[in-house]
């Protein structure tokens, strides 16, 4: 999709905002982790920009505690590793 955004329409992916915080999860979100209401959970929001600082995808997503592990990677034209 990246490439795709580039190469036809010119939009390059510059900045990524990750934001991650703890929550108990709620009846929808505890069925389709197939866990109990109220089970710890991670809520994460990903946003990324392109050279504009337009929003191009936004993503939120709900993880079970017992099954993630978390790494930041980032590496944006040699700023920041």
């Known amino acids: 999709m990246t ?36 089970t710890p959970g991670l809520y994460l929001i990903r946003i990324i920009f392109d050279q504009f600082d337009n929003i191009i995808e936004f993503d939120r997503e709900f993880w079970r505690h017992d099954v993630l592990e978390v790494e930041v990677d980032t590496d944006t034209h040699g700023d920041v590793t």
Do not use: S
Request: no cysteine.
């Open 3 to 38: 490439d795709l955004l580039e190469k036809h329409y010119g939009i390059v992916e510059r900045r990524v905002r990750i934001t991650m915080r703890p929550t108990a999860l709620n009846e929808a979100q505890a069925q389709a982790l197939q866990v109990a209401v109220g």
